[in-house]
Each structure stands twice: as structure tokens, then as C-alpha cells.
């Protein structure tokens, strides 16, 4: 197998831990375990086989057969090992020769299985509060590596601003400010921009999916994310709460906010919600998750805990407090330079959004 990455390791970590500990905790807003709170796991989905859990492992085929049973303190050992690797290796990808025996013995064949737009793993669990085995998918997110990303960059998450100032002015100003170069080139740029008295109005998102995507989620929500968007390269704040915080105080949509009603902090925690588990600018969104049970993250010390889709209001919270706009490359995604339209002058921001 190929080298690969943290992410990609932590992916096949979890796969090996909960088939050792046989249950998934849940976790409250601030990533501590809740031990009240457990999914009881019956069987894991990977690849081709069905994994069972028992007293050993089953590994069951396509037809239900069973092809082989592996003591559960096989996959236990196994998972401390990965673990001990993803955390002592350097280097952003790396291979693991001494799990290669174990990992064909159990019929795993690459590092991260297939998976859908947001289901990284496919668990049957008992669920306690309805007595059900639901079979649920669950997106993976690892705090062993650099930070995730939870909206990712592309050509279609730019948002596009006309900027309103006086033409003589900037027409003097274009070349330097698309000249300014750096790690905070864009910041720098956007802040040349308003020394110059220039408003960035914004107009429209680049991707017309996007656009509709947002706006089934809410309506308000192209406007206040643009506005957000300007706060983060103004260099207000990168993290979502504080972003949002700044947003309510400024109110561009003039919400009545004489009842201290989180209108703006309600919006982006739906919106962050249904990004995490199903959202994407590419299709179509209709609200149909496609992480039907949730999230799952593995902590720095490898800790394995999950937010399943009942304890909603703690996922929320996680999401708003431990996320952050980030800017991603400009040259690969086309922002970040003033150019005219018809003798208009506008500029593009891309919005892509991280764990802290």
C-alpha cells in the first residue's frame, strides 16, 4: 500500500478501535466524553465484508458467509500500534510495513475505504433510546494530523464583490494592490482597499448550486456568509464565533434583535450542521443527510468519541466554537485580484472553512 496521509490513517485507527472497544461514546460540546451516553456497536461495514463483533471478530462476505473469526485483542493491539505510528511519524504522508500482515489477514486492502461525499465509515449499532440496529454512516475527523477542513475550497465557493469607490482613485491604485504579494497577500490587499475608502458590495456567488444550496438552508444565509467572508479578510477574526459575534453586532440584516434572539448564531450552526454532514457546493442539497449517524473525531491522544445526530445541540456547539475561516490558495481557485467587467471593477473572495 501506498503512503498516505494521517487523516487517511486515522480513518482505518478508527475502524480498528471500535471493533476492539465494541461501543462508541458520545461526547458534549467541548469533545469530553459523556460515559452515559454509548452506541453499543453490532457490526462494522468495510469494502466487501461485514465485520461482526462477538466474542471474535466475523468477517462475513457478500453471500453471509462466514470466512474468519479473529480474536478481538488481534484488532486491539493492532489499533495501538497505528495510533503509536500516526503519532511519533514526521512527515505529512508514510507507510506502516508492520501492519500489512494483520490488514490482509482481515481482508482490508487500502489504507481509507470508499466512501461517499461525507460517510467515511458504515456501523450497525444497538441504539439504546429506541431499541433499533440502524445501520448508520458516520464522517471522520482527526485531531492527530493538521487541522480538517469542513467546507472545502474550490472555483465554486467564491463569492464576488463590486467595489464601490471612486474611479480615479482606483484606477491609480489596481496594479499595486494586485502586486501586493505574501502569506497575507489577500488580507493585505483587501485592507489596501479599504484604506482607499473602497466598499466591497457583494453581488453574487460564483457557483449557482452554492447559491441554491444556501439559500434552501436559508435564505439570508449568501448574505451573511459574504459578510463574514469581508470581516475575515479585513482581518476581523477567523473564527467562526467571533465572526458571528460581529456579524449580530453590526446586523446588516436588521433582525430585531431588541430580544436578544440568536438569529445570526442560529443560521450558521444549521448551516455549518448541514455542511458537516451532507452539504457540499457541487450537487444539489435537499436536506437528505448523507452522515446519517453523525460525526466521529478522534482526539490528540486517540480517544475515539462521536456525535451522533440525537445530541444535535452539543454537535452545534462543537461546530460553531472549534471552527475558523481559512484561506486557501488563490491561484488554484481564481480570488483574491481586482479586475473590470464592463469597466466595473470587482474583486473574489473564496470561503473555506477549517477546525481550529
Known sequence: ?????????????????????????????????????????????????????????????????????????????????????????????????????????????????????????????????????????????????????????????????????????LNSKIDFINSIEGDRKIKNRVVELEKNNCSLIFTKIDSKQLFNNLIIIDSALPTMIAEMLKFFYSGVANAVVDLTKHLTKLNPLNFDLSNDQPFYEYKIKNFLTDVALGMTPQKPWGGIYDATGGYIVVKEDGEVLCYHIYNRNEFQEYLFNNTKFDTPSSGRHGFGKIYLDNDIPFINLNLQIRFK
Not at 461495514?45 to 478481538?72: C, M, T, W
Open 1 to 169: 500500500m501506498a503512503g498516505s496521509n494521517r487523516g487517511e490513517w486515522s480513518e482505518l485507527y478508527v475502524f480498528l478501535k471500535l471493533l476492539a472497544d465494541k461501543k462508541l461514546y458520545a461526547a458534549d460540546k467541548d469533545l469530553n466524553k459523556i460515559k452515559e451516553i454509548y452506541y453499543p456497536i453490532l457490526s462494522i461495514f468495510r469494502e466487501e465484508y461485514q465485520y461482526h463483533i462477538n466474542s471474535k471478530i466475523k468477517i462475513v462476505d457478500l453471500e453471509g458467509k462466514v470466512i474468519l473469526a479473529i480474536p478481538v485483542e488481534e484488532f486491539k493491539e493492532n489499533s495501538l500500534l497505528l495510533l503509536d505510528k500516526i503519532k511519533n511519524t514526521k512527515g505529512r504522508t508514510f507507510e506502516f510495513n508492520d501492519i500489512q500482515g494483520f490488514l490482509k489477514k482481515i481482508k482490508v486492502s487500502k489504507i481509507k475505504a470508499k466512501s461517499s461525499d461525507k460517510r467515511d465509515i458504515t456501523l450497525v449499532v444497538h441504539d439504546i433510546f429506541t431499541g433499533y440496529t440502524p445501520r448508520l454512516g458516520f464522517s471522520i475527523k482527526s485531531k492527530l494530523g493538521s487541522s480538517s477542513t469542513l467546507f472545502n475550497a474550490s472555483g465554486q465557493t467564491n463569492f464576488i464583490y463590486r467595489l464601490d469607490c471612486s474611479k480615479k482613485i
